[in-house]
């Protein structure tokens, strides 16, 4: 690990500090969900500057070609008394100076450089190189050394993180009495001398007795430091976070522990407003500590739930309503339709919903928000309804780190390895409705960020999907199944949409090809779209321009995939046929009863999903009796030569 630049440095300074700035300890890998990762740099002098210097990251995979796969930039930053600079995730404790996300650094055999350059300089995929490199070190947990990423860097060494869970270690630098230089693996000492001397530190420990309240609760903040404090410890903590702040909460900010003491407390009352904010997230962090006092832990995280939370007028999934969302697609946006069939009607379906003059392809970023509010849970609009868990979940708890328990995030109804489409760069940035690409039948790509085919789903059940099929996969045992209609009607809309993808019997290893079309028909044609489905849909075609046809026209499947294939298709069953709109029909779903009020009925016809006529009624009062099995059907109302049309669940 030694680099003697000139002559005159190696004679003007020690052995051992021939470098401006070292790499001092290393943990990449603490715990084995890599929350509390972290690397510490040592200067020569403490208090000093790292502008100018960045830290980058090499990927020593097959894969990673040896080249940069993160960079972080220094400037405006300092070590400590110390002179050391802790850059690490928020698990870390004592607290870094500089905050990264969890599980970003790679745990090997990869490679981490500190150079005087700048970010600009080391695009993603550039090579490891040893210009204006200061100091490098390869490392990896237990992996065959990389000789070429030590080559590249001018290394000798390969170092290796030999901690566990149950024993965490970290890679940290020693100096001995003659200024010689070595590494070795032990307990992670972060912002602290790897050999204990050095300025003695005293964390301050934030802690509170649980993790969330309700509005209108009081609970106590704690203030512990490791060791008593000499002199009064005044300090103050900040509780604002986005549009949680002062006006939300009552109490002292402004501590003091005493001399001779190590705690304080201070009690924090939520005020409990009639505003629907949401659920909230307070922050609590320390805003003036001063050297040798340090947070031991920062930015503490407490939710807010707010009791103000609205309830649509529709059910969920699991107690579905129809009727009381109406779709909000243009007049005639189906039209052109009319009289085709077989591959006339396929065609003319993707020129509807692929059209590049009106259709928007959105950020695989921007679909956390449209998901927020097209998968809201009727019944709490705090929450995201969950996909196969059929239950809510509240919207603040989306995976952000390696932790899914708990959370959720976005699934991909055509999972991507089998449509073949991933994201890029650019799909990290939510930037908004406004801004979005033009896309087209041909944009395969954008199949990735497609809410159509997205869904807000618990992370871990992700997980336990993964790609697998339909009909391998069919839901978390114990549910009702409500979401398999949903998933049919969205990748039968992905084969629509996107050329190269296409929903096939059976269970394919071929890309482009998902199954299993059976199993998807029969789910589409036994849970039938509903409120929920519908708006979704909406929120949707507002962000995205199109609409997905198949939750607009069910009917549709059965003309491109079903039993009416060949048969020329017309809309005199769809929805838009409403011509006697003072009409309502209730209770929906029924038991088998429904009663009509308002414009007068001289016919009453009853149609399967398939277009069957099933039942006729021509005299009766103000109800009728259906008499019919549970299930999804058409109901069509006839007087004088105007007619309305409804789908009606009895269950």
């Given at each position: ?67 940069s796969y993160m960079v972080i930039d220094l400037e405006g930053f300092q070590t400590d008394n110390n002179g050391l600079l802790v850059i690490g995730s ?410 190269g993808l296409e929903v096939v019997n059976g269970f394919p290893d071929t890309v482009g090809q998902l199954g299993d079309l059976a199993t998807l028909l ?130």
């Amino acid at each position: 690990m030694h680099r003697i630049f000139t002559a005159l440095l190696f004679l003007v300074f020690n052995f051992s500090w021939t470098q401006i700035l070292v790499i001092n300890e290393f943990d990449p890998d603490s715990p084995s969900t890599d929350t509390a990762e972290f690397i510490e740099l040592k200067s020569q002098v403490p208090n000093f500057s790292t502008n100018g210097f960045i830290l980058v990251f090499f990927n020593g995979s097959t894969s990673g070609a040896d080249s940069s796969y993160m960079v972080i930039d220094l400037e405006g930053f300092q070590t400590d008394n110390n002179g050391l600079l802790v850059i690490g995730s928020e698990g870390v404790s004592p607290f870094p100076q500089l905050i990264i996300a969890e599980n970003v650094i790679q745990n090997g055999a990869d490679a981490v450089g500190i150079y005087q350059a700048n970010i600009t300089d080391f695009p993603e995929g550039t090579l490891a190189t040893q210009n204006n490199l200061i100091d490098a070190m390869v490392y990896g947990t237990n992996d065959a050394d990389d000789t070429v990423l030590l080559g590249l860097l001018g290394e000798t060494i390969q170092y290796n993180d030999n901690g566990t869970s149950a024993n965490p270690r970290s890679i940290q630098r020693f100096v001995d009495a003659m200024d010689n230089e070595s590494y070795a693996t032990a307990t992670p000492t972060p912002r602290r001398e790897n050999d204990g001397s050095g300025n003695a530190i005293n964390p301050v420990l934030i802690s509170v007795n649980d993790t969330q309240f309700n509005e209108g609760a009081t609970f106590d903040i704690t203030f512990t430091a490791e060791s008593n404090v000499t002199s009064d410890l005044n300090f103050t903590i900040n509780l604002d976070n986005f549009t949680f702040n002062t006006m939300d909460y009552t109490g002292n900010v402004n501590l003091t522990i005493a001399s001779g003491q190590n705690t304080t407390s201070t009690t924090i009352t939520i005020i409990d407003d009639a505003n629907d904010e949401g659920d909230e997230v307070m922050e609590i962090r320390f805003l003036n500590l001063v050297e040798p006092i340090v947070a031991s832990n920062n930015n503490v995280e407490v939710r807010v739930v707010d009791n103000d939370f609205t309830i649509a007028a529709w059910g969920t999934p699991v107690n579905p309503t129809t009727g009381i969302v109406q779709s909000t697609q243009p007049n005639g946006y189906y039209d052109s339709l009319d009289g085709l069939a077989d591959l006339a009607l396929r065609q003319a379906l993707q020129d509807i919903i692929a059209n590049p003059s009106t259709v928007r392809a959105q950020t695989y970023a921007d679909v956390i928000d449209i998901l927020k509010e097209a998968d809201q849970n009727p019944e709490n609009s705090n929450q995201v309804w969950l996909l196969y868990r059929e239950e809510g979940r509240a919207k603040l708890d989306l995976q952000t780190g390696s932790n899914n328990a708990g959370k959720w995030n976005r699934e991909h109804t055509f999972p991507r390895s089998r449509g073949g489409f991933d994201d890029i760069e650019a799909d990290e940035i939510a930037d908004g409705i406004d801004v979005f690409w033009t896309t087209k039948a041909d944009s395969l790509r954008h199949g990735n960020s497609d809410a159509h085919a997205l869904r807000a789903a618990d992370a871990a059940e992700n997980s336990t999907r993964g790609n697998q099929h339909y009909g391998q996969y069919v839901g978390p045992t114990g549910t009702l199944g409500s979401f398999r209609g949903d998933v049919a009607r969205s990748v039968l809309y992905m084969e629509i949409r996107y050329n190269g993808l296409e929903v096939v019997n059976g269970f394919p290893d071929t890309v482009g090809q998902l199954g299993d079309l059976a199993t998807l028909l029969d789910w589409h044609r036994n849970d039938p779209p509903d409120d929920f489905e519908m708006n979704r849909n909406n929120v949707i075609y507002n962000w995205q321009r199109n609409r997905n046809p198949f939750i607009d026209q069910p009917l549709l499947v059965e003309y491109i995939w079903g039993n009416n294939v060949g048969e020329l298709w017309d809309q005199s069953l769809s929805i838009e046929d409403n011509e006697l709109e003072n009409l309502v029909i209730y209770p929906n779903p029924t038991d088998g009863r429904i009663y009509l009020k308002g414009d007068s009925v001289v016919s009453l016809e009853v149609y399967s999903l398939q277009g069957k006529l099933l039942k006729r009624f021509d005299n009766f009062s103000n109800y009728v009796e259906l008499n019919l099995s549970s299930g999804l059907y058409i109901l069509k109302m006839i007087n004088e030569g105007k007619s309305y049309v409804q789908k009606l669940i009895v269950k």
